[in-house]
């Protein structure tokens, strides 16, 4: 097991130590690595575990409807995910999209539609979705054409989304759609939609190579309450960013507890794995690599907690989040590519804990914003303070 001395770091006050010692315990008992064939069920059992656990409080911000805080705190949301991708996968999906899901809400929701679906997101009775990406707008999320029209008291959307999480076994969905106000970014709106609302179908599940629950949604003439809109009309691609300004940074915590646990099996067969006389660890060719693994998991390290801290302080985020998940991704694949390679042939063989994070790793690279479009923001950032 790497050690902790991070916990010490001066990103971090006392409780956030003591949270993360306390879920890893939980996950040792609760959440071992690898799930099932059946990803729903593996899914809503997590979720439901994680809520009993208490862990996802920490997904939502008030503590009037069951949140740990008044608000998101980053650095518990960064210390869960990196402790549960270190543990098992789809445990890091199920809590991330808890919050993902349902960040809009604790963002930008009304009284009445915080208390209607927080608490249930955080007691672990609702799952949840964030529903942005259509087939033709991924990067580019202005190109976005799924449309929201008023009528009266309602608004009634038509379109797809796609490449949604949870999609096929959420409770409601937070959809952006195009509303027109103005072209562009501008005309866009975020509405929450009840999975059984009629009109809103899952056209397509989607397989991917680290398995979730992954969905194409269809909506025909779906008709949604004026009162399920985030924020104000034609705000939505404010609510969005806003929400992935949050959660980014917990990519980037997600990607560190994978790279962790790369690195922990890396050292473990390296020290025992026999060969020419000696261990593989014996050899400075293992040790140059095991010290480029260790160094890019303490530089993501850094970044992320300093992204998720700065954010705690009230401070914008947008280069640093995305430096953090730019970094700390590209960084994870290539550890666990290093790892699993002193594995040889063991480290292609399914089941094993490498190969699984060979695969889980990889869309990290591409979601929430691919490297990239984090390039670019970081470039942006920059370019703007000059
Ligand atoms: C497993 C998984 C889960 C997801 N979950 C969700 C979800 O829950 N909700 C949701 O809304 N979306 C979700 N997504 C969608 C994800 O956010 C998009 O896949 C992502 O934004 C990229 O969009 P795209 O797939 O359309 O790729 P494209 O936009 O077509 O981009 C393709 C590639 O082009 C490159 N690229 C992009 N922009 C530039 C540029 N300016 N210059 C140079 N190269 C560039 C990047 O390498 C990128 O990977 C998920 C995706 C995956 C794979």
Redesign the pocket.
């Known amino acids: 097991m790497s050690d902790k001395n991070y916990l010490a770091w001066p990103f971090f006050e006392p409780h956030h130590a003591a949270l993360e010692q306390a879920l890893d315990a939980w996950a040792v008992q609760h959440v071992a690595h690898g799930h099932g064939d059946d990803v729903d069920a593996a899914c809503r059992q997590l979720v439901r575990q994680l809520g009993e656990g208490g862990w996802l409080r920490h997904a939502i911000g008030g503590t009037e409807h069951g949140g740990a805080g008044d608000s998101i705190d980053t650095r518990a949301i960064c210390l869960i995910r990196e402790t549960l991708a270190r543990h098992n996968g789809l445990a890091d999906f199920a809590f991330a999209?808890q919050g993902?899901?349902s960040g809009a809400i604790s963002l930008f929701g009304s009284a009445a539609n915080r208390a209607e679906y927080l608490p249930r997101v955080a007691r672990g009775d609702a799952i949840a979705?964030?529903?942005?990406?259509e087939?033709q707008?991924?990067?580019?999320?202005a190109a976005m054409q799924c449309a929201a029209v008023q009528d009266g008291d309602h608004y009634v959307l038509n379109g797809e989304?796609?490449?949604?999480?949870?999609?096929g076994i959420a409770d409601f969905y937070v959809v952006f759609a195009r509303t027109g106000e103005q072209p562009g970014a501008r005309g866009i709106s975020a509405f929450i939609v009840d999975a059984d609302a009629p009109g809103l179908t899952i056209a397509e599940r989607i397989n991917?190579i680290?398995p979730?629950p992954?969905a194409r949604l269809q909506f025909t003439d779906c008709r949604i309450p004026a009162s399920k809109r985030l924020g104000e009309a034609g705000q939505g691609f404010k609510v969005a960013m806003a929400t992935l300004d949050v959660f980014r940074t917990s990519v980037a915590a997600a990607a560190l507890g994978f790279a962790r646990r790369a690195m922990d099996e890396a050292l473990q067969r390296a020290t025992q794995r026999q060969m020419f006389g000696q261990v593989l660890a014996d050899f400075q060719l293992t040790q140059a690599k095991l010290a480029e693994m260790a160094t890019g998991i303490d530089t993501s390290a850094l970044l992320t907690y300093r992204a998720a801290w700065q954010r705690d302080q009230g401070g914008k985020v947008t280069k640093e989040a995305a430096m953090a998940k730019l970094h700390a991704t590209e960084t994870a694949q290539q550890v666990i590519d290093a790892a699993l390679q002193m594995f040889g042939g063991l480290g292609v063989v399914s089941g094993q804990i490498v190969e699984s994070l060979y695969r889980e790793i990889r869309?990290l690279?591409?979601?929430?914003?691919?490297?990239?479009?984090q390039q670019?923001i970081i470039a942006r950032e920059l370019l703007k303070e000059t």
């Open positions: 999209m993902l899901g979705a964030f529903a942005l990406s087939p707008a991924g990067s580019d999320v989304k796609t490449w949604i999480s949870n999609g991917v680290a979730h992954l869309a690279r591409i979601y929430e914003g691919a490297t990239e479009v670019l």
